[in-house]
């Protein structure tokens, strides 16, 4: 009994961590182009629609929030359909312009299933051969509710329009499996999928022919796939970074700075250890331990992200001293002064002649 509860303790904290993955907000966009709800449409998240057209990442989180409000706004039942069909494979970065330039299908779905996650972080595509007939299946990391058949719709929609590049032709031979009850707009699917379908399965997947692996790609680029592959592993190599936990703390610590600087911070516009612990959603003690173990701390990360802010204010701005010094969390102007002076070897008005003087002399 208690090793199943320490299981599903373990099990929310990494969804609740998944949710707070970053992915790209390009999709948030073209939403927003669809449904044209405006604000409406970003109810929930923290978003408001001049920020998202700047924004280059939002969270899984707020996607997912996003696609809730699609469906309650949208008086269109097969807005996914329609907004899965029309997703260009290029939108999906890198990863899909490996998977547009592989030479066979059967590299291509190697393609979705390795790199997929770095656009779309609670998909994973996988595959398996059974008989004559090949199982891509869908899962998620995430317990998707209602948002279930949203997701799926838009997956393989994408999916569908990339087996007929290989195909060259309508997909008849494939069978869509989706392991949801039929929705109250499922006669809407026949327009949508050119293939045999099936509700109330086991799996959310697309069977193919397995002999269709091997189908050579028409749009295949020898050059523009070795490409492709190679921003995909460092792109990989990059989110591994961007996984770990100092690299969490110094985002959490920037946007508490970035609210400061819109004027949205509040009285404590950045969050003490055990806050960015509770984000986490772990312990403070086991927050230290982490941070220790990357050769790191929690006050080491802050100085480092405070005082990078601390020299752009300084230097690029014209507010006051004392304003400048309370937006990185000093309220006491002497206080400011001393950490300029253990930073950078000098006081806040000598930091920022000394910018104006290099500036003005042309040195940069």
Same mark, same amino acid.
């Given at each position: 009994?208690? !090793?199943?509860?320490?299981?599903?303790?373990?099990?929310?904290?990494?969804?609740?961590?998944?949710?707070?993955?970053?992915?790209?907000?390009?999709?948030?966009?073209?939403?927003?182009?669809?449904?044209?709800?405006?604000?409406?449409?970003?109810?929930?998240?923290?978003?408001?629609?001049?920020?998202?057209?700047?924004?280059?990442?939002?969270?899984?989180?707020?996607?997912?929030?996003?696609?809730?409000?699609?469906?309650?706004?949208?008086?269109?039942?097969? /807005?996914?359909?329609?907004?899965?069909?029309?997703?260009?494979?290029?939108?999906?970065?890198?990863?899909?312009?490996?998977?547009?330039?592989?030479?066979?299908?059967?590299?291509?779905?190697?393609? /979705?299933?390795?790199?997929?996650?770095?656009?779309?972080?609670?998909?994973?595509?996988?595959?398996?051969?059974?008989? =004559?007939?090949?199982?891509?299946?869908?899962?998620? $990391?995430?317990?998707?509710?209602?948002?279930?058949?949203?997701?799926?719709?838009?997956?393989?929609?994408?999916?569908?329009?990339?087996?007929?590049?290989?195909?060259?032709?309508?997909? $008849?031979?494939?069978?869509?499996?989706?392991?949801?009850?039929?929705?109250?707009?499922?006669?809407?699917?026949?327009?949508?999928?050119?293939?045999?379908?099936?509700?109330?399965?086991?799996? =959310?997947?697309?069977?193919?022919?397995?002999?269709?692996?091997?189908?050579?790609?028409?749009?295949?680029?020898?050059?523009? /796939?070795?490409?492709?592959?190679?921003?995909?592993?460092?792109?990989?190599?990059?989110?591994?970074?961007?996984?770990?936990?100092?690299? !969490?703390?110094?985002?959490?610590?920037?946007?508490?700075?970035?609210?400061?600087?819109?004027?949205?911070? $509040?009285?404590?516009?950045?969050?003490?250890?055990?806050?960015?612990?509770?984000?986490?959603?772990?312990?403070?003690? !086991?927050?230290?331990?982490?941070?220790?173990?990357?050769?790191?701390?929690?006050?080491?990360?802050?100085?480092?992200?405070?005082?990078?802010?601390?020299?752009?204010?300084?230097?690029?701005?014209?507010?006051?001293?004392?304003?400048?010094?309370?937006?990185?969390?000093?309220?006491?102007?002497?206080?400011?002064?001393?950490?300029?002076?253990?930073?950078? $070897?000098?006081?806040?008005?000598?930091?920022?002649?000394?910018?104006?003087?290099?500036?003005?002399?042309?040195?940069?």
């Amino acid at each position: 009994m208690v !090793t199943t509860e320490l299981t599903q303790t373990t099990e929310l904290a990494q969804t609740k961590e998944l949710a707070q993955t970053l992915m790209p907000a390009i999709f948030a966009r073209l939403l927003a182009q669809q449904i044209a709800a405006g604000d409406s449409l970003l109810a929930g998240t923290g978003l408001v629609s001049a920020g998202l057209k700047s924004a280059s990442h939002i969270t899984l989180q707020q996607h997912l929030r996003i696609l809730e409000n699609c469906a309650a706004l949208s008086k269109d039942p097969a /807005w996914a359909l329609r907004f899965g069909s029309r997703i260009s494979l290029n939108t999906l970065g890198p990863p899909g312009m490996a998977a547009i330039n592989a030479p066979t299908l059967g590299q291509g779905i190697d393609i /979705w299933h390795k790199y997929l996650g770095l656009r779309a972080p609670a998909i994973d595509i996988a595959a398996h051969a059974a008989g =004559n007939r090949l199982h891509v299946t869908c899962s998620t $990391g995430l317990s998707l509710g209602p948002l279930e058949p949203v997701i799926m719709e838009m997956v393989f929609q994408v999916a569908q329009t990339y087996l007929q590049i290989f195909t060259e032709s309508p997909i $008849g031979d494939a069978a869509l499996r989706l392991r949801y009850r039929p929705p109250h707009y499922a006669h809407h699917y026949r327009d949508w999928f050119h293939c045999a379908l099936t509700f109330n399965a086991e799996n =959310n997947e697309l069977i193919i022919p397995a002999a269709w692996s091997s189908l050579a790609n028409p749009l295949h680029d020898a050059p523009l /796939w070795q490409t492709s592959l190679a921003e995909c592993e460092a792109l990989l190599s990059s989110r591994a970074a961007e996984d770990s936990t100092p690299h !969490t703390v110094r985002r959490l610590l920037t946007e508490a700075l970035d609210r400061q600087l819109d004027g949205a911070g $509040g009285e404590r516009p950045i969050p003490s250890a055990a806050q960015v612990a509770e984000h986490l959603h772990i312990t403070s003690r !086991t927050l230290i331990r982490r941070l220790k173990r990357a050769q790191t701390s929690y006050q080491a990360l802050r100085d480092e992200v405070v005082k990078q802010r601390a020299l752009y204010l300084l230097t690029e701005t014209r507010l006051p001293i004392a304003d400048i010094g309370a937006r990185v969390g000093y309220s006491d102007p002497a206080n400011f002064g001393r950490g300029c002076r253990r930073w950078f $070897g000098l006081s806040p008005g000598a930091v920022r002649r000394r910018a104006h003087h290099i500036k003005s002399s042309g040195i940069l």
